[in-house]
């Protein structure tokens, strides 16, 4: 059991950065395939980037390669989306979630954090 707590949403004009943060519970943190989704108003959920276990490798939705940015700290049991270059399609409710390694499906999953990009 993982439990997960993002932080770091908020309201940022259009070419701005923000950071999101997702706390995990538990001490098997670093078990976990890590991930970011998003789900803006009247759209389903749609993902937006994964890192593996140890940190050394992710993947990333088309619509963000080269701006977003995930990263993870198996000491602090954290993962981060750093968002760079915020275009107001951006605007979602951005949720993280995890999964083991062995199963494709994301059982866990936070509250989710609320991103709102200005023009």
């Known amino acids: 059991q993982v439990q997960l707590v993002e932080s770091g949403g908020g309201l940022v004009q259009a070419g701005g950065s923000l950071r999101l943060s997702c706390a995990a519970s538990?001490?098997?943190?670093?078990?976990?395939?890590m991930a970011w989704f998003r789900q803006a108003p009247g759209k389903d959920r749609e993902f937006v980037a994964s890192?593996?276990?140890?940190?050394?490798?992710?993947s990333y939705a088309d619509s963000v390669k080269g701006r977003f940015t995930i990263s993870r700290d198996n000491a602090k049991n954290t993962v981060y989306l750093q968002m760079n270059s915020l275009k107001r399609e951006d605007t979602a409710v951005y949720y993280c979630?995890?999964?083991?390694?062995?199963?494709?499906?994301?059982?866990?999953w936070g509250q989710g954090t609320q991103v709102t990009v200005s023009s």
């Open positions: 979630a995890a999964r083991q390694e062995v199963i494709s499906v994301y059982d866990y």
């Open positions: 538990g001490r098997t943190f670093s078990r976990y395939v």
């Open positions: 890192i593996n276990r140890s940190g050394g490798s992710a």
